[in-house]
Nanobody
Framework: QVQLVESGGGLVQAGGSLRLSCAASGRTFSSYALGWFRQAPGKEREFVAAIRWSSARTYYADSVKGRFTISRDNAKNTVYLEMNSLKPEDTAVYYC???????????????????WGQGTQVTVSS
């Protein structure tokens, strides 16, 4: 049984930083891609970033490129999302997800992901 557990959310002022963690368990993730999505109230879930576990190649939404960094720690089976220069519009619940196919053409498609965490709230005050 795959489990994804997010942590690290909280309240931060605009311009500040947070680091989210996603601890993955239940199987070997070497063939997977792990992604971060977010959902603000009244909005659809949107892609933030993804990393292919085997190659560590990363992918970002344009809205976060240059501000957010996704990475993974093989030994800890954990994916991180380092978020800098945060803006009020980054406020959302952030979800970690795992995609078995790791297809680079579809890593921004939430429907392709097989497993999801429970989410962690990030609030950026102006």
């Amino acid at each position: 049984q795959v489990q994804l557990v997010e942590s690290g959310g909280g309240l931060v002022q605009a311009g500040g930083s947070l680091r989210l963690s996603c601890a993955a368990s239940g199987r070997t993730f070497s063939s997977y891609a792990l992604g971060w999505f977010r959902q603000a109230p009244g909005k659809e879930r949107e892609f933030v970033a993804a990393i292919r576990w085997s190659s560590a190649r990363t992918y970002y939404a344009d809205s976060v490129k240059g501000r957010f960094t996704i990475s993974r720690d093989n030994a800890k089976n954990t994916v991180y999302l380092e978020m800098n220069s945060l803006k009020p519009e980054d406020t959302a619940v952030y979800y970690c997800a795992a995609d078995r196919t790791s297809d680079p053409r579809a890593l921004n498609d939430a429907g392709r992901y097989d497993y999801w965490g429970q989410g962690t709230q990030v609030t950026v005050s102006s």
